[in-house]
């Protein structure tokens, strides 16, 4: 059963900086995709940005040039470095992995979510 824990999350400033991290385990042949959601209060957890396997980058319009994904495809370890940040990034951040595992079954795996709080 693959598992996925964020951490990272915290009280910044706007305009500041923060790093989340995510870590997949468990019984992991490989992982197609690794993407960051988010969801705020009242609203619908949307795609942040995400990366596939050999390095393809997807981002929501509205943190590009802001935020940055990478992962460590033999870590099973994503990041998301985010810049300038502004009050209306305010949300839970979900780390989302799919892939195979080693009995060759699909998996989509969700962690618990890691709060991020920017302040004006």
């Known amino acids: 059963q693959v598992r996925v824990v964020e951490s990272g999350g915290g009280l910044v400033q706007a305009g500041g900086s923060r790093r989340l991290s995510c870590v997949a385990s468990?019984?992991?042949?490989?992982?197609?995709?690794m993407g960051w959601y988010r969801q705020a209060p009242g609203n619908q957890r949307e795609l942040v940005a995400s990366?596939?396997?050999?390095?393809?980058?997807e981002y929501a319009d509205s943190v590009k040039g802001r935020f940055t994904i990478s992962r460590d495809n033999v870590k099973n370890t994503a990041w998301l470095q985010m810049s300038h940040l502004k009050p209306e990034d305010t949300a839970v951040y979900y780390c989302?992995?799919?892939?195979?595992?080693?009995?060759?079954?699909?998996?989509?795996?969700w962690g618990q979510g890691t709060q991020v709080t920017v302040s004006s």
């Open positions: 989302n992995a799919e892939g195979l595992e080693t009995n060759a079954d699909e998996f989509v795996s």
């Open positions: 468990g019984g992991i042949f490989s992982i197609r995709v």
């Open positions: 990366m596939d396997g050999v390095g393809r980058e």
